[in-house]
């Protein structure tokens, strides 16, 4: 089954990290990703630019509006996620527990819903 790992950082927490504990988190990141390639995991994983990098847009109307970020109050941010295969979700947990990011913030495991065409 696929999962999302869905990587929450704190707004309170953000640009705290020394550049040292920056770097080391990436190079965590990195080598996580490679144990997960290596073993058949990861089918994809990618960080977000910062909130105030985005651009919500909804449709109203028939009329479409765009809204630059930050666009939610919030005191937690997404900030990356990790798409996985697991085989049940005690597995799943498991392997979003090891996400380096959690130590700092928080991770959301969701599954993903398979849609098919209506016949």
């Known amino acids: 089954m696929r999962y999302i790992c869905l990587i929450y950082n704190s707004a309170d927490t953000d640009g705290t990290l020394t550049p040292d504990e920056t770097d080391e988190l990436v190079k965590a990141h990195f080598a996580f990703d490679e144990d997960l390639r290596r073993d058949g995991i990861m089918i994809h994983a990618d960080a977000l630019e910062m909130p105030d990098k985005a651009t919500v847009l909804r449709v109203r109307d028939n009329r479409l509006s765009a809204t630059d970020g ?29 996400i380096p990011s959690a130590r700092f913030g928080a991770v959301e495991l969701r599954p993903v819903r398979m849609l098919t065409l209506p016949d």
């Open 70 to 98: 930050p666009y939610v109050e919030t005191k937690e941010h997404l900030a990356g996620f990790y798409v996985i295969e697991a085989p049940d979700v005690v597995k799943a947990r498991d392997i979003a527990g090891r």
